[in-house]
């Protein structure tokens, strides 16, 4: 077998690609964005006045500081419309708390956190600019605690250290500033361990962007032609189409009496079997046309004619003798006296 570019051989289409919609084909890709907000840390007060009962005090009031700025850098990949994985950094800034102790005296507790989280993140799409979101995934979370006293509070351990692994989830709204920019707002909580055993949520209320690197689309489909020549073998040889010519003639004399304007009933039966066919059969076209050529003489002259009678071309026969002067025969018909009435 021999491929070759000859416009006679056997011609083979072949479809290389298919396109695929634009908005399919922008449904993937890799993301970076970052989002600044607020964290709201929760402090477990009850818990802070038992440990300092523990060690000889009563806690008269404490003071909390629950609120710090928090932010994330993030990155990963949009799988679809529906899904996408988002790992990155965060700080949720630091909280604290001021406890008044008797004995006189003050216990300043403080506490940052950071770290690195994993989410899986789930799309809904409202309509081309707005899509819900929500999220879930892990969060491996730096707990630095630090503490000082004053007065009659002395510290032992002033800063502690720890680390783990805690789940996160959370929920948002994204709108779609242009096809690879977006605006989010989101709510998210991570579950943390401080450095001295106490868990907790911290809240994180933040707007941010996020840019999408889209995939080019698929190019559109290219046709192919693959050329075969097969020596040996005939070419496909066109077949013919049948073209069917029917003429269908009528004579005036059929439909009408001679000076008679109604139809006569064979002219009626003849323009309805006519009708007929036309309803039962395919035409491709159809042409109309009418004979107004005059009929051909007759092959001998009328006996009351008093003129020659003109011989077809090339005929032998001789042309009869004119007969004698003699009174003329009219051969006009009488016209009734209607029709002379009105010429007058």
């Excluded at 690195?116 to 630095?144: H, T």
Aim: hydrophobic residues 35%; glycine residues 10%; charged residues 20%.
């Amino acid at each position: 077998m021999k491929l070759i570019t000859n416009t006679r051989a056997l011609g083979l289409a072949v479809l290389a690609a298919t396109a695929c919609p634009f908005a399919l084909a922008q449904t993937a890709g890799w993301l970076v964005g970052g989002n600044v907000g607020q964290a709201n840390y929760t402090i477990d007060d009850a818990k802070i006045s038992n440990g300092l009962a523990g060690s000889g005090f009563t806690s008269s009031s404490i003071n909390d500081k629950r609120d710090d700025t928090g932010y994330k850098l993030f990155g990963g990949y949009q799988f679809n419309k529906n899904f996408a994985l988002e790992g990155g950094y965060f700080d949720l800034g630091k909280a604290g708390y001021t406890a008044t102790t008797v004995p006189a005296g003050t216990l300043n507790g403080q506490i940052k956190l950071r770290g690195l989280n994993l989410d899986l993140v789930g799309f809904l799409p409202l309509n081309d600019k707005f899509s819900l979101l929500a999220r879930v995934g892990a969060d491996y979370a730096e707990a630095n605690d630090s503490f000082s006293g004053t007065g009659a509070v002395g510290v032992a351990n002033p800063s502690v250290t720890k680390s783990e692994t805690n789940v996160k989830y959370g929920v948002g709204l994204e709108y779609a500033l242009t096809k690879s920019l977006a605006l989010r707002g989101e709510v998210e909580r991570y579950r943390v361990n401080d450095a001295v055993g106490a868990r907790g949520d911290v809240d994180m209320f933040s707007v941010g962007l996020v840019y999408r690197f889209w995939k080019a689309p698929a190019p559109a489909g290219k046709e192919t032609i693959v050329y075969i020549d097969r020596p040996g073998e005939p070419y496909p040889v066109p077949v013919p189409v049948l073209v069917v010519l029917k003429k269908v003639s009528f004579d005036a004399d059929t439909f009408y009496t001679f000076d008679k304007a109604e139809l006569r009933p064979e002219g009626k039966r003849a323009l309805g079997a006519f009708a007929r066919h036309l309803k039962t059969t395919n035409h491709a076209s159809a042409t109309v046309g009418a004979n107004t050529a005059p009929p051909d003489p007759p092959s001998h002259p009328p006996a009351h004619s008093s003129l020659p009678w003109p011989q077809p071309p090339g005929s032998d026969a001789e042309a009869p003798s004119t007969p004698s002067p003699g009174p003329r025969v009219s051969t006009r018909r009488p016209r009734p006296d209607s029709a002379r009435r009105s010429r007058r």
